[in-house]
């Protein structure tokens, strides 16, 4: 038996021990193990390769990545590279639906993750959302012994719904050995009933003392046992982020977490999701916890009641810390209706003066000079609050975001006339504004609306349907949209409206994202695809139940594969969407460098040209996070530059700049432009790759022929227009 073999061997005795009902010997393992290595060998890959990682070189599976993905897709595990560092992260997300697949294809799979697992040290990120085929016993038991042995895992995050214990002990158990934890998310955690799983999970959280983001929700069901896993938090060294749910914690819980917060901790974020009703954790116990919690920068509460008295603590407190840039109020209700709360807002009513319901977050914006982010539910206030706040905000000149969330239907009109009066406008955000056809009739012109959602019901009556088309047909109501979902309800879209939306999208120049959620015929079909090639702003674009015939999807893939978009959703949620469309799009797609990212239902037909598209969405994601580091002189690797080549142009370049080298919108641009106008240089090109050191020198020339180093700057740009990072095959002697 060659050596290699013998280590199949020896992996399929150890793959019988671990699951004895999956084999029914060493050698059905070893044979499972043999299809595996010729499906691989097939493909010139070899999967028995060790991991380069333990030797501080780049894993021998980051070359044949789609090779390892062909086989994993049966159980919906993608592996994803992580550029920077050269890791592995794995995902198991969610999906609207899942094609059967052989059993055979899953059981290979299977044995190929509990692989990667054991055998890479490279993987360093794990995000489960979906146990899928991992919900047989078998099978999972398989995975945690995988998680066991993947002893350098940095992230690990739990959102899948397990709701049988002794499942959620087995996982949290093959967490024990892990030592190098950094981010551990735990959600869901509801029915389970077992006191048990906060002891295992004390013990993960005392061993892995690098741990610096924690969240647990869902804490439900667990009646004990919360107490011993706060003071192993208390004692977690590098802890920075905490995100837990209160809403079941006893008094004796709810003590110790408050003497945690009042610690000498070095906590930076902190959120706390309540439900309105807890007995023992109050907005004013917190507030007093956090008094010298010193290092806090973020603070967010979730559903908590907020009583005028609780406001007036939190805002003394985050004023004497000075320290909090990031406050959260989200879900908290505001309550007015104690006897001392009414006796003062009576008093402080009279005309010109602030009452006392918003006097706390007035005071906050005037002496809270460190804070940058505010999130208020500034809705439950009554106008004259509203406009107390706003003008509070207009003196304010460090509060640069207010997040407020707007009404389940319809615009803020007040809020925003108020906002326009008192000069805030431009620093008053929401989440998406919902209008039917009547709310989208109302809204005013140059609104402040970033993200919009217009559901437009078929038979509506003609006056709300003509003032639809008044409002796309003039882009002053619309002109600060960046994103646009439109859904026709009950019927196809008509002609008439086709035209004005056609309009709207073909002329806009702030729309970024825009989701198309219609039946539509074929004009009303040609109208809008039309106008969607003819924008060169749109980076982000959605379709449901629409272009699921061959004409209209070929048409769409063109469109995609030729236009500035990254994104591509593409009927998510339709059982049948059009095969043209895949089988179009994987055949050009190749010289495509911007696609990061398209999502689609995923059919059994065509896995050839999903996978196909797939590929280049991570072959374009990893280049875009390499040319990222080149751009921020995080490296200067010929790959890198090379990579920056292919997508200097992708509209998430300087978004990605912006993220690393933590700099605003407009240097991050500066830096791209520096950093593609540097590489036409001719030191800088020759020293990248390879041919120099530093510059080039020439000797010189007996015959006056002109030497390179002293080509005229336009003449060597001329040349480079025609030269490219892959011309120079290999290094040569640098001299």
């Known amino acids: 038996m060659a050596p290699q073999d013998w280590g199949l061997w020896m992996h399929a005795k150890y793959l019988g021990k671990v699951c004895p009902y999956k084999f029914s010997s060493t050698q059905d393992a070893y044979e499972r193990l043999q299809q595996i290595k010729h499906i691989f060998a097939n493909k010139g890959a070899d999967f028995m390769v060790p991991c380069g990682k333990e030797n501080n070189r780049d894993c021998h599976l980051l070359k044949h990545l789609s090779v390892w993905n062909d086989l994993l897709v049966a159980v919906n595990v993608r592996i994803k590279e992580a550029v920077a560092t050269k890791e592995l992260e794995l995902y198991f997300p969610k999906t609207f639906y899942v094609e059967m697949q052989p059993r055979k294809r899953i059981e290979r799979a299977v044995i190929l993750l509990h692989l990667i697992l054991i055998k890479h040290t490279c993987v360093a990120k794990i995000e489960l959302e979906k146990l899928g085929e991992f919900s047989e016993p078998d099978w999972f038991a398989l995975f945690c012994d995988g998680i066991n042995d993947c002893r350098r895992l940095k992230t690990l995050r739990v959102s899948a719904d397990i709701k049988d214990a002794p499942i959620y002990r087995q996982l949290l158990k093959s967490c024990n050995s892990l030592r190098r934890l950094e981010e551990l998310s735990l959600e869901n955690i509801c029915d389970v009933g077992d006191a048990r799983i906060m002891t295992i999970l004390t013990t993960v959280i005392a061993r892995n003392t690098k741990l610096m983001r924690f969240k647990v929700d869902g804490f439900d069901a667990v009646t004990q046992g919360k107490s011993i896993l706060l003071l192993a938090l208390q004692r977690s060294p590098c802890l920075y982020q905490l995100s837990l749910d209160v809403t079941t914690f006893s008094a004796e819980e709810a003590n110790t977490l408050l003497r945690i917060l009042n610690g000498k901790n070095g906590l930076k974020s902190l959120r706390l999701k309540g439900n309105g009703l807890n007995r023992y954790i109050t907005v004013q116990s917190l507030a007093s916890a956090l008094s010298n919690a010193t290092?806090?920068?973020?603070?967010?509460?979730?559903?908590?009641?907020?009583?005028?008295?609780?406001?007036?603590?939190?805002?003394?407190?985050?004023?004497?810390?000075?320290?909090?840039?990031?406050?959260?109020?989200?879900?908290?209700?505001?309550?007015?209706?104690?006897?001392?709360?009414?006796?003062?807002?009576?008093?402080?009513?009279?005309?010109?003066?602030?009452?006392?319901?918003?006097?706390?977050?007035?005071?906050?914006?005037?002496?809270?000079?460190?804070?940058?982010?505010?999130?208020?539910?500034?809705?439950?206030?009554?106008?004259?609050?509203?406009?107390?706040?706003?003008?509070?905000?207009?003196?304010?000149?460090?509060?640069?975001?207010?997040?407020?969330?707007?009404?389940?239907?319809?615009?803020?009109?007040?809020?925003?006339?108020?906002?326009?009066?008192?000069?805030?406008?431009?620093?008053?955000?929401?989440?998406?504004?919902?209008?039917h056809e009547t709310n989208f009739a109302s809204l005013p012109m140059g609104s402040n609306i970033e993200e919009l959602i217009v559901e437009a019901r078929a038979h509506v009556q003609r006056k709300e349907d003509l003032s639809v088309t008044a409002h796309f047909t003039d882009l002053r109501a619309l002109d600060r949209v960046t994103d646009l979902y439109f859904c026709k309800i009950g019927g196809r879209i008509d002609v008439s409206t086709a035209k004005v939306l056609a309009l709207y999208l073909q002329?806009?120049?702030?729309?970024?994202?825009?989701?198309?959620?219609?039946?539509?015929?074929?004009?009303?079909?040609?109208?809008?695809?039309?106008?969607?090639?003819?924008?060169?702003?749109?980076?982000?674009?959605?379709?449901?139940?629409?272009?699921?015939?061959?004409?209209?999807?070929?048409?769409?893939?063109?469109?995609?594969?030729?236009?500035?978009?990254?994104?591509?959703?593409?009927?998510?949620?339709?059982?049948?969407?059009?095969?043209?469309?895949?089988?179009?799009?994987?055949?050009?797609?190749?010289?495509?460098?911007?696609?990061?990212?398209?999502?689609?239902?995923?059919?059994?037909?065509?896995?050839?040209?999903?996978?196909?598209?797939?590929?280049?969405?991570?072959?374009?994601?990893?280049?875009?996070?390499?040319?990222?580091?080149?751009?921020?002189?995080?490296?200067?690797?010929?790959?890198?530059?090379?990579?920056?080549?292919?997508?200097?142009?992708?509209?998430?370049?300087?978004?990605?700049?912006?993220?690393?080298?933590?700099?605003?919108?407009?240097?991050?641009?500066?830096?791209?432009?520096?950093?593609?106008?540097?590489?036409?240089d001719l030191d800088v090109f020759m020293s990248i790759t390879g041919v120099v050191k530093e510059s080039v020198v020439c000797e010189e020339s007996s015959d006056g022929r002109a030497r390179l180093d002293a080509l005229p700057a336009d003449c060597w740009l001329a040349i480079r227009r025609y030269l490219s990072f892959t011309d120079v095959v290999g290094n040569a002697s640098n001299g």
Not at 310 to 320: F, H
Not at 417 to 428: V, Y
Not at 515 to 535: F, K, Q
Not at 627 to 647: M, N, Y
Request: glycine content about 4%; overall charge neutral.
């Open 295 to 435: 290092t806090l920068v973020e603070l967010k509460l979730d559903g908590f009641f907020m009583h005028t008295y609780d406001a007036w603590i939190l805002a003394m407190t985050l004023i004497r810390a000075q320290t909090v840039q990031n406050l959260v109020l989200d879900g908290c209700m505001p309550v007015f209706s104690s006897p001392v709360e009414l006796t003062g807002v009576e008093a402080n009513d009279s005309p010109g003066r602030i009452s006392g319901r918003i006097e706390p977050y007035v005071h906050i914006l005037k002496e809270l000079t460190c804070l940058r982010r505010l999130a208020l539910d500034l809705f439950r206030f009554p106008a004259q609050d509203q406009r107390a706040f706003l003008e509070a905000l207009s003196g304010n000149d460090f509060l640069e975001h207010v997040f407020v969330a707007p009404p389940n239907r319809g615009y803020p009109n007040e809020l925003s006339r108020i906002a326009i009066e008192t000069g805030t406008a431009t620093r008053i955000y929401s989440s998406p504004i919902v209008t």
């Open 507 to 680: 002329n806009t120049k702030s729309l970024r994202t825009v989701t198309l959620n219609v039946c539509a015929g074929r004009e009303p079909s040609i109208l809008l695809l039309d106008a969607l090639s003819r924008n060169t702003g749109i980076t982000s674009l959605g379709v449901e139940r629409w272009c699921c015939n061959r004409w209209s999807a070929v048409a769409l893939a063109d469109i995609v594969r030729s236009s500035m978009i990254h994104t591509v959703t593409y009927n998510e949620k339709c059982l049948f969407p059009s095969r043209a469309f895949f089988s179009r799009l994987a055949g050009s797609i190749e010289s495509n460098f911007t696609i990061v990212s398209v999502n689609t239902l995923e059919r059994k037909e065509y896995a050839k040209n999903w996978e196909v598209i797939k590929s280049v969405a991570a072959r374009n994601a990893a280049l875009l996070e390499r040319a990222a580091q080149f751009v921020t002189e995080l490296s200067f690797d010929k790959s890198d530059a090379k990579a920056l080549e292919l997508v200097a142009s992708s509209p998430l370049l300087p978004l990605r700049v912006q993220e690393l080298a933590a700099v605003g919108e407009c240097e991050a641009a500066a830096k791209v432009r520096r950093a593609i106008w540097n590489l036409r």
